[in-house]
């Protein structure tokens, strides 16, 4: 990973505890005060911007183009529901998963199988829900949008393993699809 990836880590410091009257008498030698541990924040607004570019609009944007492909090329030619686009969103990202890995995480390529596993994880759990009709716009749709913002809220401030960045990622391709199906549904 090279040093613009990596987030600054939380520098500590000891500061010693005072009280009111230490602060007017000068502290003998024989009385100690505690010491605690205070962490300073070490990530940057930038970093965080960067990250959220990564984590959560690069996966959205190309789950949006992948279901706009799915609906304008596949979906005419089925009379069924399932496939539906944001399946064929899940199949396209996990076969380019290891290219995307790479772009989007950046570690070593020897944990891409990782990344594409909590990819799988998020994907195979929602596809079996998208399979439901209509009524998955809300459990497959609307709950994991709400549930990705929650959690892109706070993941943003911390480094994570590819498995758990895939599970992330997974969420925002399935919002991506979704949105990017209804649109070129609308539109084209």
């Known amino acids: 990973m090279d040093a613009s990836q990596q987030k ?3 520098q500590t410091r000891r500061v010693q505890a005072q009280s009111m009257s230490d602060m007017d008498d ?3 030698a024989s009385e100690k005060s505690p010491t605690f541990d205070i962490d300073d924040a070490g990530v940057t607004g930038s970093e965080i911007f960067s990250d959220m570019l990564r984590h959560m609009m690069a996966p959205l944007l190309i789950g949006m183009v992948f279901g706009a492909i799915w609906q304008l090329t596949v979906m005419p030619r089925i009379d069924t ?6 399946h064929g969103a899940f199949a396209m990202y996990l076969v380019a ?11 070593e390529m020897s944990r891409a199988g990782e990344y594409a596993m ?3 994880v998020t994907a195979c ?9 209509t009524s998955s716009v809300y459990l497959a749709g609307f709950l994991p949008a709400i549930a990705w913002l929650f959690i892109s809220s706070f993941w943003l401030q911390f480094e994570f393993p590819p498995f758990r960045y895939g599970l992330w990622h997974g969420m925002a391709v399935n919002v991506g699809a979704f949105g990017g199906s209804v649109l070129a549904f609308i539109y084209f």
């Open 81 to 86: 529901f399932v496939p539906n686009p944001v």
């Open 97 to 107: 998963s290891p290219l995307i890995y790479k772009q989007l995480i950046g570690m």
């Open 118 to 120: 909590g990819f799988a």
């Open 125 to 133: 759990c929602l596809s079996m829900v998208w399979m439901f009709g």
């Open 8 to 10: 600054a880590k939380p």
């Open 26 to 28: 000068a502290p003998s």
